[in-house]
C-alpha cells in the first residue's frame, strides 16, 4: 500500500486539494501542522502515481510531494488514534466506540470517510460556539463536509437543519450520517460564490477564508459562527460581516485557530458574549 502525500501553506491549501482530489474524489487525509497541510492519498501500487520526493506546482501553489510505503494492517491500525471527541454536552465517536454517559447527546460519524470527525480544532470551535448559543429556530451549515455540525446542531435542538455543500460526495456523506444518527437534515448541493445563503436564525459556516469573504445573504442570521480561520484573518473577517449587519461578539482560540461567533440581535441572544 503506498501513501501520497502533499504539503502545501494553509493559504494555498484549497487550490491544492482541487487538485488532489482529482486523484481521489472520494476524499483526502488532511494533517494540519501549523502554517502547512498535508494532504494524503492511500492506493496500491499501481493505482497511485509512484513519484519520488520533490516539489512540485499546483496552479500557483508550490506543493512538496513525497510518496511512502504503508503496512498492510493499515486499515486497522489508524482506528487506534481515533478517540471519542467531547464537547459540551455533546459526544463525537467513531462507529467502533462505546456509547458514553446516558446524558451525553451521541454524534457517530465514520473516519473512514475522510471528510472530518470533530477533531480538528475549527470543527471543535464551532461545536463549543454552539453550545453557547440558544437553539431558537432553523440552522444553515455551510459546507457541511461529513456533516457533523449539522447533525450536532440537530441534537441540541436545531429545527430544521440544512447542510449545504458544493461537493456531491460530501452531500452523500451527511445524508448517510445524518440516517446513522437518526436525525432530521435536509442536505443539498449549493455553491457559495454564485448564491446566497438561505434565511435562517442561525448560521455556521466552517470554512476557509476566501470562502468566508464571499459568502451573501438575503436575510442576515440572528446569529453566526464563522470557522477555519486562522488568528491573524479574524478582522478582516469582521469587517466583511460587518457589511451584512453582523457584528463579532465572541472570539475562541485553540492552536493557532479561531472561530468567530456574530450576532445582529441583543445580548439576550447568547449566552456566552465575552469576546476572546
Avoid: K
Avoid at 117 to 141: I, N, Q, S
Avoid at 152 to 170: C, F, I, K, N, T
Amino acid at each position: 500500500m503506498l501513501r501520497l502525500a502533499v504539503r502545501v501553506r494553509r493559504e494555498d491549501a484549497d487550490i491544492a486539494l482541487a487538485e488532489l482530489l482529482a486523484l481521489a474524489p472520494g476524499g483526502v487525509e488532511e494533517v494540519d501542522d501549523g502554517d502547512v497541510v498535508e494532504y494524503a492519498v492511500y492506493g496500491a501500487a499501481g493505482e497511485l502515481p509512484a513519484l519520488p520526493a520533490l516539489r512540485a506546482a499546483a496552479g500557483e501553489a508550490l506543493v512538496d510531494v513525497s510518496t511512502s510505503e504503508v503496512a498492510d494492517d493499515w486499515d486497522t491500525r489508524w482506528r487506534e488514534f481515533h478517540r471519542p471527541v467531547v464537547v459540551g454536552p455533546l459526544r463525537l465517536r467513531a462507529p467502533w466506540h462505546g456509547l458514553g454517559s446516558a446524558d451525553a447527546l451521541d454524534v457517530v460519524i465514520d473516519p473512514g470517510q475522510a471528510f472530518g470527525t470533530g477533531a480538528h480544532p475549527t470543527t471543535r470551535l464551532c461545536l463549543e460556539a454552539l453550545c453557547d448559543v440558544a437553539p431558537t429556530g432553523g440552522l444553515v451549515d455551510v459546507g457541511c463536509g461529513s456533516g457533523v455540525l449539522a447533525i450536532a446542531a440537530a441534537r441540541l435542538g436545531w429545527a430544521p437543519v440544512l447542510g449545504l455543500d458544493h461537493e456531491r460526495e460530501s452531500v452523500e456523506a451527511t445524508t448517510e450520517n445524518a440516517a446513522v444518527n437518526g436525525v432530521g437534515i435536509e442536505v443539498r448541493r449549493h455553491d457559495l460564490r454564485e448564491g446566497p445563503v438561505p434565511a435562517a436564525p442561525t448560521v455556521v459556516a466552517n470554512l476557509l477564508r476566501p470562502l468566508l469573504l464571499a459568502l451573501t445573504f438575503t436575510v442576515s442570521p440572528r446569529t453566526l459562527v464563522a470557522g477555519g480561520l486562522l488568528a491573524h484573518e479574524g478582522d478582516e473577517i469582521a469587517a466583511a460581516m460587518a457589511r451584512h449587519g453582523l457584528r463579532a461578539r465572541r472570539r475562541l482560540e485553540r492552536e493557532g485557530w479561531i472561530a468567530v461567533m456574530f450576532a445582529t440581535a441583543g445580548p439576550s441572544d447568547l449566552r456566552n458574549t465575552q469576546v476572546r
